[in-house]
T-cell receptor, first 114, second 117 residues
Framework: ETGVTQTPRHLVMGMTNKKSLKCEQH?????MYWYKQSAKKPLELMFV???????ENNSVPSRFSPECPNSSHLFLHLHTLQPEDSALYLC?????????????FGPGTRLLVL | AQSVTQLDSQVPVFEEAPVELRCNYS??????LFWYVQYPNQGLQLLLK??????LVKGINGFEAEFNKSQTSFHLRKPSVHISDTAEYFC???????????????FGQGTILTVHP
């Protein structure tokens, strides 16, 4: 688990705030992912980056804005969120998006939108 | 596209009893299959995966799973559980190759395993 770190671990924000979630992987992987985990719902893939290029945007609202400056770092910029956006946001990385490669997950950021 | 159904949302068992967590999937293409575990306040950790070869896959912590292509199932089993196995377990699939689903993990809803003393 220490191969993928996420900060902050907990975040409370108002609907008018702007905040950012950070993910860092120390595994030398080329692909990074953002997932949303809501109560009683399956994990939802939000974004995929491969070699710093976004290869997947799973119809995510524009109030979520990802950024991948290099293969080790991934950010999720948040602005004008809604209470229904409250969830656990998980970052993951893998060597390759395909070929059955294992995705390694961080501990997540627990987000509460008031 | 793929879909995954975990047939039990909660499974309570007593310590040292055997357990089976059920997973069925649907896909128009061949898939890789995974089981992940999530302990409280942690991210997901891979338990085991099936890519090819033997349909019986052994993973960490004494877990194993069997791929049954005809029944499109990938059930997770452990012959004797411990208190420390209490966690949420997720079954997932990803497309073998090609198409818009390539490389994407599709998860089931999760099964909460609670082991009682």
């Amino acid at each position: 688990e220490t191969g993928v770190t996420q900060t902050p671990r907990h975040l409370v924000m108002g609907m008018t705030n702007k905040k950012s979630l950070k993910c860092e992987q120390h595994l030398g992987h080329n692909a990074m992912y953002w997932y949303k985990q809501s109560a009683k719902k399956p994990l939802e893939l939000m974004f995929v980056y491969n070699f710093k290029e976004q290869t997947e945007n799973n119809s995510v609202p524009s109030r979520f804005s990802p950024e991948c400056p290099n293969s080790s770092h991934l950010f999720l910029h948040l602005h004008t969120l809604q209470p229904e956006d409250s969830a656990l946001y998980l970052c993951a990385s893998s060597q390759d998006p395909g070929l059955g490669g294992t995705q390694y997950f961080g501990p997540g950021t627990r987000l509460l939108v008031l | 596209a793929q879909s995954v159904t975990q047939l039990d949302s909660q499974v309570p068992v007593f310590e040292e009893a055997p357990v089976e967590l059920r997973c069925n999937y649907s896909s128009s293409v061949s898939v890789y299959l995974f089981w992940y575990v999530q302990y409280p306040n942690q991210g997901l950790q891979l338990l085991l995966k099936y890519l090819s070869g033997s349909t019986l896959v052994k993973g960490i912590n004494g877990f194993e799973a069997e791929f049954n292509k005809s029944q499109t199932s990938f059930h997770l089993r452990k012959p004797s559980v411990h208190i420390s196995d209490t966690a949420e377990y997720f079954c997932a699939v990803s497309a073998l190759a090609g198409g818009t689903s390539y490389g994407k993990l599709t998860f089931g809803q999760g099964t909460i395993l609670t082991v009682h003393p």
